[in-house]
C-alpha cells in the first residue's frame, strides 16, 4: 500500500491562505482514489474534498473555499484553502485507496490508507 505524508499546517489569520500537501511513498498514487478529510476537535471526521477518474468532488458544505488537485509526477496530492475561518481549525487528513473509482467518495470507510494528519489553526 502507498503510504502517505501530509505537511503544510501550521497557524494563520482568518481570512488568510494555505495549502496542504500529501506525499505518496512506495506506490505511485495515480492508481489511487483520494481525499481530504478534517477532524476539529471534539468532532467526527469530515470530507473535504475527493479526485478521482470521475474528478474532483466536494460536499455542498464546503465548495468555494477548497480546491484539491494531485500532481502525478510529484506523486503528491495538494488542497489549496482559501478564506479561511476559526471554525477550519482542525487535523487535517489525506486518506487513500487503490480502486479504479468514479463519483464522490465522502466517508471516511471508503478509504484504508491514511497519513499521519497536519494541524491547521485559524486564529480570529
Known amino acids: 500500500q502507498v503510504q502517505l505524508k501530509e505537511s503544510g499546517g501550521g497557524s494563520v489569520q482568518a481570512g488568510g491562505s494555505g495549502r496542504l500537501s500529501c506525499v505518496g511513498f512506495?506506490?505511485?498514487?495515480?492508481?489511487?482514489?483520494l481525499a481530504w478529510f478534517r477532524q476539529p476537535p471534539g468532532k467526527e471526521r469530515e470530507v473535504i474534498a475527493a479526485?478521482?477518474?470521475?474528478?474532483?468532488y466536494y460536499p455542498d458544505s464546503l465548495k468555494g473555499r477548497f480546491t484539491i488537485s494531485r500532481e502525478n509526477a510529484e506523486n503528491t496530492l495538494y488542497l489549496q484553502m482559501n478564506s479561511l475561518k476559526p471554525e477550519d481549525t482542525a487535523m487535517y487528513y489525506c486518506?487513500?485507496?487503490?480502486?479504479?473509482?468514479?463519483?464522490?467518495?465522502?466517508?471516511?470507510?471508503?478509504?484504508?490508507?491514511w497519513g499521519q494528519g497536519t494541524q491547521v489553526t485559524v486564529s480570529s
Open positions: 512506495e506506490y505511485s498514487i495515480s492508481e489511487y482514489c
Open positions: 479526485i478521482n477518474n470521475g474528478g474532483t
Open positions: 486518506a487513500a485507496i487503490r480502486l479504479n473509482c468514479f463519483g464522490p467518495r465522502f466517508r471516511a470507510r471508503d478509504y484504508n490508507v
